[in-house]
């Protein structure tokens, strides 16, 4: 039951991927 | 002293955080969790929820002044005694600091790799593998802090140990086996201390460690 | 008066609401964003700086006093005075509920949508329809929140504003075109109210609304 409600959680995923290519731009624009 | 009633499903761990917090403060928490109080899924649909909650989320907290709030950071704030919220500017930055610290780099790879063990998401092997090296960066960084500190901020529980231990959980029970969790002694001792607490006892109950990682649940 | 230095790279969002929130409280605030002083992709993978901020990232404060704190959100209630905090246990609650509604609402859909259009990640149309909703919905709270409110808690500005008006910078000066935002009136009243405010102004400088919506670039 406890997975149910679990699942409707909204949990972002893919943050990390987002951290990282928002980083990689940073670093380009800084050198 | 706040006092309310806390509209939740039951064992959420955004709604442990207020129960924990309410339980060190001495605030009156009533939880509405099951039928008739709250029914997941309906309740939070209706008119009266979503005039109060725009969002339909939970845990959401109404006071008996009518007073409400969402966001679960939030409530276990209102409900905290100022103990927990730190009790100088640095202590309390740095409760803040911990508090986004479990939503922002524990939770995302927390989740990736506990769900499909769950069956509540499709197992992808390359995102679990990620999930569990995301998972090691971040209890290193806890196993560090924690070389020279009892508790995460201070010299007592607070609020930052709740919302941690809190993230922490599904880990801790369903994949953070013995062997997985050996390089991090610090965070383990630590997390044992705060859920053998009463406080985090009367709403945790007894937590048993993962003792076999749990696979995905085809 | 907390005093130090502000590490981040140039332009930062997540700098900005400390930055303003000193603007506000008067703190004296270093920003090191550029060599000598800091540069983003080196400085912050040195021990020096890892052994301050453990998780590398930025933006990451230094005390005057030696004090060190992570994650934005900290940073900036540390730089704020009690009034930007919030006066009141209910005011100091809805300032955190919305610091992390712009966190858990605002920032993952907004990145989303944005994120392709400067560049930096690949182009989903399915990913943008799905923000753009989420987008609407977000801008929906917000504009029924604001019909009964000039600010987002109590009468004045307060953190709960300059957090979430950062995590809109880039929508509002990239993709939401005056057609978009048609539906929320009250949002875009309160957003330019806020920008025009000296003590955005000292830190945002002159902020463009998006005139007409950017498109992936590909």
Known sequence: MTAEFLAQEKIWFDKLRFDEAECRFYERMNG | MAAGTLYTYPENWRAFKAQIAAQ???????????????????????????????????????????????????????????????????DSAQVLQWVSFADSEIIPPASAWVFPTLGIMQFNKQATEQAKEEVKRVLTVLHQHLNTHTFLVGERVSLADISVVCSLLWLYKQVLDPSFRQPFPNVTRWFVTCINQPQFKAVLGEVKLCEKMAQFDA
């Open chain 2, 24 to 90: 060190y403060s001495g605030a009156h928490l009533k939880v509405a969790s099951t039928a008739p109080a709250f029914t997941f899924g309906q309740t939070n649909r209706t008119p009266a929820f979503l005039n109060n909650f725009p969002l339909g989320k939970v845990p959401a907290f109404q006071g008996d002044d009518g007073f409400c709030l969402f966001e679960s950071n939030a409530i276990a704030y209102y409900l905290s005694s100022d103990a927990l919220r730190g009790s100088t500017p640095q």
